[in-house]
């Protein structure tokens, strides 16, 4: 088992940045491949980003790639997501995902365990 605990979630300006933080607790933290998601009121879950067990691949989806920055410190078992020149559209609640792997993906169904959400709400 793995908990996820997401946190840094708030109310910004268009324009403005937050760092979302997501702390891991249970197994392995380093084994696992890590996501964030998205779900905006009324919208499905969507794909935001992917990071690999050690970092040094990721994947961004097309709406946040150049504004949003994912990275993870094994050593503290936990995921960040750095979001800047934040949009209205980039409202939603913000989960972070574990997978076992062996690949990175942008499904949501494979990915193991979630954490609660923590939301972001841009002003415009």
């Known amino acids: 088992q793995v908990q996820l605990v997401e946190s840094g979630g708030g109310l910004v300006q268009a324009g403005g940045s937050l760092r979302l933080s997501c702390a891991a607790s249970g197994r392995t933290f380093d084994n696992y491949l890590m996501g964030w998601f998205r779900q905006a009121p009324g919208k499905e879950r969507e794909f935001v980003v992917a990071i690999s067990w050690q970092g040094g691949s990721t994947y961004y989806a097309d709406s946040v790639k150049g504004r949003f920055t994912v990275s993870r410190d094994n050593a503290k078992n936990t995921v960040y997501l750095q979001m800047s020149s934040l949009k209205p559209e980039d409202t939603a609640v913000y989960y972070c995902?574990?997978?076992?792997?062996?690949?990175?993906?942008?499904?949501?169904?494979?990915?193991?365990?979630w954490g609660q959400g923590t939301q972001v709400t841009v002003s415009s």
């Open positions: 995902a574990a997978d076992w792997g062996p690949l990175m993906s942008t499904d949501a169904t494979e990915y193991d365990y």
